[in-house]
Every structure is written in structure tokens, then in C-alpha cells.
């Protein structure tokens, strides 16, 4: 998997909370949904992103390890 998938989820998640603050808001029953889903995404986005960076091969060179 590329970083910009990782990216892509991660905005993905971030554009979910806008709309699930949004109809929490205007009171929409569901909106608690919106809030998990978002927050599922956001998660899963930074673990991946996370990853990709420590496997990454000049990482390491970078950070002097």
C-alpha cells in the first residue's frame, strides 16, 4: 500500500468528523455513527502512515539509529 492511500483514509476520516459534528449539530439521530466511523478511519489512516515511515529505508539514516 502507498502512503497516499494512507493520506487518502486518513482525510477520508477527517472529512467524516466534519460531517458527523455537522449533524450532531442539527441533532440527526445517527450522528454518533458519523463520529466512530470517522474516528475508525482517522486511526487506521495514521497506524498505516506510522508503518509506512519506520519501514521506510532511509528513515533510519534519517534518525541516526
Not at 21 to 41: E, G
Request: proline share 3%; glycine share 4%.
Amino acid at each position: 500500500m502507498k502512503t497516499k492511500y494512507a493520506v487518502i483514509i486518513f482525510l477520508t476520516g477527517f472529512l467524516s468528523n466534519l460531517i458527523g459534528a455537522f449533524l450532531k449539530i442539527t441533532h440527526y439521530p445517527n450522528a454518533n455513527l458519523f463520529f466512530v466511523i470517522a474516528s475508525i478511519l482517522e486511526s487506521l489512516g495514521m497506524l498505516i502512515f506510522i508503518y509506512k515511515l519506520l519501514t521506510y529505508p532511509k528513515f533510519r539514516e534519517f534518525m541516526n539509529w
